[in-house]
């Protein structure tokens, strides 16, 4: 149970990083998403390469998430119009 709580952790906080990056404001249940979406794609895409907390690859991990948070902001903005 808590490995499964820290995973959650980890993503909220790459998911974070991804949307400060981004300068994309988005609530934690959208970070979480975004963390572990992002962590998945990006350790499909880029491999499981640096540090790494939760099992999850930290530098790919953020790049994904951004990845992820471009994509979604994109499909919303979209969606509205």
């Known amino acids: 149970m808590m490995s499964f709580i820290w995973t959650l952790i980890i993503g909220?906080?790459?998911?974070?990083?991804?949307?400060?990056?981004?300068?994309?404001?988005?609530g934690w249940i959208a970070n979480i998403a975004a963390g572990l979406v992002g962590s998945w794609l990006g350790e499909k895409l880029l491999g499981s390469w640096g540090p790494h907390m939760a099992d999850m690859a930290i530098f790919p991990s953020i790049i994904g998430a951004v990845v992820v948070v471009v994509v979604v902001s994109w499909l919303m903005t979209k969606m509205s119009n």
């Open 12 to 26: 909220a906080i790459i998911g974070a990083i991804g949307g400060a990056i981004t300068s994309t404001s988005m």
